[in-house]
Every structure is written in C-alpha cells, then in structure tokens.
T-cell receptor, first 115, second 113 residues
Framework: AQKVTQAQTEISVVEKEDVTLDCVYE???????LFWYKQPPSGELVFLIRRNSFDEQNEISGRYSWNFQKSTSSFNFTITASQVVDSAVYFC????????????FGKGTRLSVIA | NAGVTQTPKFQVLKTGQSMTLQCAQD?????MSWYRQDPGMGLRLIHY???????DQGEVPNGYNVSRSTTEDFPLRLLSAAPSQTSVYFC????????????FGQGTRLTVV
C-alpha cells in the first residue's frame, strides 16, 4: 500500500535561514508521481510541484528546490533564504499509476519563519 | 475560471443532523475526491470518483455518502452528524487520476456540537 511519511511535525527557523522538509514514501509501483502542496494560514491548498518516478533530476524554482532520490524513497523540499511568507503547512503526496486511488498525503510539516 | 467551488464555507450542525457539502468543478475533470483534514492527521481520503456514475471508498468513508450524477458535481452527504466529523473538508478534482495535479476547493469548516 502507498504511504507518505513526513517525520517533521513542526519546524521553526529564523528568516533567511535555509530549511529542508523531509518526505519519505512507500509504494510497490514502478510508476508513480510525487507532489508537494503548500497550505498557507488562509487555508487553501496550493500545488507546488509534481515529479514522476522516472525523472530523478533535481528541480529548482527560485528559492525552492526539490531533491528526488529513488534509492532512499525520498522527495525532500528545500527553501533557501526563507521568508516570513513561507510560513505554512507543507504536504507531500503520492499517487500510484496502478489502481484507482487518488493522492495519498503525508501528515504535513508546519513551517514557521520568524522575522 | 471558477475551478473547484465548495459550499458552504462554514457550517455548524447538531449531533444527528444531516447535511450535504456541495462541490462543483468547471474544468471537465473526470476525477474528483473528498478529503478531511484534522490536526496532526494530514488529509485523509473519504470517497472518490473516477467519472460520472462511479464512486469508491477511501480511507475513512464511514458516516459519509457520495454520488456522481454529473461530471461537474460531487456532493458529500453526512447522514447523521457526529462530533467526530468535526473537521475541514476539501474537495479536489484532476484531469487524470495520478499524473496531474489536483485542484482543491477552499474547504468547508464543519463543527458538530
């Protein structure tokens, strides 16, 4: 069965620090998709990135970067030079190619960036 | 584009009452799903649908019913509300089941007293 583990429940950093949010997943499929979503204090869920299992290239988007490593079943998310606006709950999610079940989410990591 | 629209945004129910949470999307997406979000639990799947007329249970389906008579709408029914159903409910839709991002509604905050 598919499973996503975000071991960090809460992280607090001072503005301009770098921070990495960990995500470990479990799946029996060879084809699957990994996602990160952001939930700011306003409550909506904002899509950040999708990655398929055949693409292990790291990705950078501005201050955000993602490190996908199949060998360790991890899809970690790093924010460089954090800002107060980055304060949110971040969810990692997994979708398997087989079967019908949609996204399975981790329990989320609450990031607080302090000015 | 409206995207995914959920109504109501807030609701207070008494134990034993029934109600329907509405969800509509205007993107012609086949896949729709309902999640509930509780503190420390992340988002847990309640029910989902892979197309009109087809629904299936997720991780926490007890106490909830769904139907999918049209592509656009996917209502979630609480048959007899219980305090354990106090939660924030999110509806989501996606073009494909697995390999495209899901679009979420704004959420419904439900309190059962």
């Amino acid at each position: 069965a598919q499973k996503v583990t975000q071991a960090q429940t809460e992280i607090s950093v001072v503005e301009k620090e770098d921070v990495t949010l960990d995500c470990v997943y479990e799946t029996r499929d060879t084809t699957y998709y990994l996602f990160w979503y952001k939930q700011p204090p306003s409550g909506e869920l904002v899509f950040l990135i999708r990655r398929n299992s055949f693409d292990e290239q790291n990705e950078i988007s501005g201050r955000y970067s993602w490190n996908f490593q199949k060998s360790t079943s991890s899809f970690n998310f790093t924010i460089t030079a954090s800002q107060v606006v980055d304060s949110a709950v971040y969810f990692c999610a997994l979708s398997e190619n087989s079967g019908n079940t949609p996204l399975v989410f981790g329990k989320g990591t609450r990031l607080s960036v302090i000015a | 584009n409206a995207g995914v629209t959920q109504t109501p945004k807030f609701q207070v129910l008494k134990t034993g009452q029934s109600m329907t949470l509405q969800c509509a999307q205007d993107m012609n997406h086949e896949y729709m799903s309902w999640y509930r979000q509780d503190p420390g639990m992340g988002l847990r799947l309640i029910h989902y649908s892979v197309g009109a007329g087809i629904t299936d249970q997720g991780e926490v389906p007890n106490g909830y019913n769904v139907s999918r008579s049209t592509t656009e709408d996917f209502p979630l029914r609480l048959l007899s509300a219980a305090p354990s159903q106090t939660s924030v409910y999110f509806c989501a839709s996606s073009r494909d089941r697995s390999n495209t991002e899901a679009f979420f509604g704004q959420g419904t905050r439900l309190t059962v007293v």
